[in-house]
């Protein structure tokens, strides 16, 4: 590790102990506790080279969160760490800024308290500046470069021991979120399966049955004597045109269970179709997916359709931009706009609907869309072959 990232590492802990110190009653708000946490536990991440589990989606928030107990317990050890292990290297530090620019500006202006290096060496002329400054440097050089780096390296473990999850917390955590992500599918499917009934029913049916009504009659005008063939030609043109009302409807309730697209197209060929219908102008990267299994591919072409839908509708957006690739095992999606900004998965059904559906395959979904935008949506999904 470079001595100046331990140095850097360890003075910003030391500020943010101090920070925690000073502002340590408002951080014992949940909320706060939770991101000052989830900071630092990333940081220390980067330092380490470790890759640090996600955050659960929680099934609750504040104080029933389980893991409010660990943010909050964060605080009181960042505040002592921070500030025992971030002091050496503000020392260092300092003296080395001493040592460079402050004891030869103060010897050369004389002033009547002459500066002074290590313990108790008063400057007394330019031999001494010159000569003991450059080796303070050396000496608080070779301090920093040995012990920067354990410190800093000592305080992210301390870190990741104090937020990181354990394997069974992990695992305990991942399946209640898919317990409750497959039973809010079940759910999802129930009335899924009510709305394609009530759908077939009050429509497809019900034309179908005056189409059956109408061929009635004008066989049976048919049949009559004198034949009234205009009337028998209007009965089989209305019929006519039930019947292709009929197989329109019938074909959007089908695209509601799975887009006839994917099959016919293929996943690059229906994110094509939906990015050109798209109301506003969007641009489709997409990288080598390799096979994608048919539920993925679903998950995916419903998700961008309705981020697609959410832009045209909500956005005031002039662009949008549409990313999939695929990494390994995982298949990422990205939709970015430059609307306005402000989505939020409480306020309607559509990224709550994506939401489950990605939950529903064990992937994730992240949404950043702070005030004035820009919104990216990002999907993350298993894939493997």
Do not use: K
């Not at 050890?77 to 030869?104: D, E, Q, R, S, Y």
């Not at 029913?201 to 049976?220: F, P, Y």
């Amino acid at each position: 590790m470079p001595v100046w990232r331990g140095a850097a590492y360890l003075l910003g802990s030391l500020l943010s102990g101090v920070a925690t110190v000073l502002a340590l009653p408002l951080l014992c708000h949940p909320a706060l506790a939770r991101r000052w946490a989830d900071r630092h536990r990333d940081r220390a991440g980067r330092l380490l080279g470790t890759p640090v589990a996600a955050r659960p989606v929680p099934g609750r928030r504040g104080w029933t969160d389980p893991a409010t107990g660990r943010d909050l317990l964060w605080l009181p050890v960042n505040a002592v760490t921070g500030v025992a292990l971030g002091l050496p290297a503000l020392l260092c530090v300092g003296n080395v800024v001493v040592a460079v620019i402050a004891t030869p500006l103060w010897w050369a202006f004389r002033p009547a308290d002459r500066p002074r290096l290590f313990i108790d060496v008063p400057v007394t002329g330019w031999p001494t500046a010159l000569t003991l400054g450059p080796l303070q440097i050396v000496l608080l050089g070779a301090v920093a470069y040995l012990g920067a780096g354990p410190l800093a390296r000592a305080h992210a473990r301390i870190c990741l021991a104090v937020l990181s999850y354990s394997t069974a917390e992990q695992l305990a955590d991942r399946v209640a979120v898919l317990t409750r992500t497959r039973a809010e599918v079940l759910d999802a499917h129930g009335a899924e399966l009510r709305r394609i009934e009530r759908d077939l029913h009050d429509g497809t049916q019900a034309r179908l049955v005056s189409i059956a009504m109408r061929l009635a009659v004008a066989r049976q005008a048919f049949s009559d004597e004198p034949r009234d063939e205009q009337f028998v030609a209007g009965l089989l043109r209305d019929a006519h045109l039930g019947i292709e009302e009929a197989m329109t409807e019938l074909r959007e309730v089908i695209r509601t269970v799975y887009p006839p697209i994917l099959a016919d197209r293929g996943l690059s060929g229906a994110l094509s179709a939906l990015t050109t219908r798209c109301g506003v102008p969007t641009r489709l990267h997409i990288g080598d997916l390799d096979r994608v299994p048919p539920a993925v591919e679903a998950v995916v072409y419903f998700a961008v359709a309705e981020s697609l839908t959410n832009v045209v509708r909500h956005s005031r957006a002039s662009t949008a931009t549409v990313g999939v690739s695929r990494a390994g095992d995982r298949l990422s999606v990205v939709i970015t706009d430059d609307g306005t900004g402000g989505a939020d998965d409480q306020l309607g059904t559509g990224l709550a609907g994506i939401r489950r559906r990605v939950l529903a395959l064990d992937g994730t979904v992240d949404v950043d869309s702070p005030a004035g935008g820009p919104t990216t949506i990002t999907v993350e999904l298993p894939c493997g072959s």
